[in-house]
């Protein structure tokens, strides 16, 4: 197993804590159309893991954790579809989102009820 190098963790985390805000934001504004996210496509990939360190430092929700992601991975050349799914009432209702590819146990027990393609490579 080869270490990811620091520098590119360390750039991740920067993309990160900027892509997290402008999810954030862009989530907060009911009139916001579209997600504008910093380009990744110049960090290496092995920066995803600061973008999961900052992910969960940072306690996103699904949804933030799951767009963030997704637009790491398409300017990575992995076009992943976010999912959406929900558990029946009588079950106590819940909502979660992840995306295609991210471990089964990831969506267990959710109903898909939404889709949303992956953004072209860039933003």
Known sequence: MTLPR???????????LRAR???VRALDDARAGRIEVPDSGSIRPAGIRGVRLVLRA???SCLVDALVRQRWHAAHGSRLGLVIGVTPLWAGFS???????????SG???????WRPAPSGEN
């Open 58 to 60: 940072r306690r996103a």
């Open 95 to 105: 909502a979660h989102a992840w995306l295609e590819g991210d471990p089964p146990w």
């Open 108 to 114: 267990a027990g959710f109903t898909e009820l939404a």
């Open 21 to 23: 805000r402008r999810v």
């Open 6 to 16: 620091p520098l590119s963790v360390a750039r991740g985390v920067v993309w990160g």
